[in-house]
T-cell receptor
């Protein structure tokens, strides 16, 4: 399946901006998604990029650069409730567009 | 309120027993995923169906695991025989098309003792 790399942990202060990076293998890559998961909960969809550029949804934005095999999730005006794990996920045409996840980035927002 | 439903939510079983986990995808969704989540390995894709046909089960241990979709409203994941290393949270998710968004169920927390 698709291999995706992201940092394991990030800490940021309430009200700040944080960027979570994700790099991926290019073979068969189709699009990049981001998911949020709170402790004990299920992953929930945040955003999707199929084309290069920035997608904005409220306080969250996601960026993709196919030429660099790289994307990021940008969280602005951080709130305590944003403390969660964030996963990038790639769909790959070589595997019928199966959705493979990175290992997740644990974000801790501090006061 | 459309959502993916998984049963059971929790399962404790003894090593060697058969475990069956069930998933009802959202009506109208044509893709179904099974994932296993552990602290060490994260979210591992076990099986992937589109229009009830298995497309990718390369991540699934074939000797003990099996996944099926007997109809469009039910997906099953079976482990026989179960082992302690199978202890994890198993998620089912469903979606449409090229999977711009996958909707996850609440998961089955499996403990094999």
């Amino acid at each position: 399946g698709q291999s995706l790399e992201q940092p394991s942990e990030v800490t940021a202060v309430e009200g700040a901006i944080v960027q979570i990076n994700c790099t991926y293998q290019t073979s068969g890559f189709y699009g990049l998604s981001w998911y949020q998961q709170h402790d004990g909960g299920a992953p929930t969809f945040l955003s999707y990029n199929a084309l290069d550029g920035l997608e904005e949804t409220g306080r969250f934005s996601s960026f993709l650069s196919r030429s660099d095999s790289y994307g990021y999730l940008l969280l602005q005006e951080l709130q305590m409730k944003d403390s969660a794990s964030y996963f990038c996920a790639g769909s790959n045409s070589n595997s019928g567009y199966a959705l493979n996840f990175g290992k997740g980035t644990s974000l801790l927002v501090t006061p | 309120d459309a959502r993916v439903t998984q049963t059971p939510r929790h399962k404790v079983t003894e090593m060697g027993q058969e475990v069956t986990m069930r998933c009802q995808p959202i009506l109208g969704h044509n893709t179904v995923f099974w994932y296993r989540q552990t602290m060490m390995q994260g979210l591992e894709l076990l099986a992937y169906f589109r229009n009830r046909a298995p497309l990718d089960d390369s991540g699934m241990p074939k000797d003990r695991f099996s996944a099926e979709m007997p109809d469009a409203t039910l997906a099953t994941l079976k482990i026989q025989p179960s082992e302690p290393r199978d202890s994890a949270v198993y998620f089912c998710a469903s979606g449409t098309g090229m999977n711009t968004e996958a909707f996850f169920g609440q998961g089955t927390r499996l403990t094999v003792v």
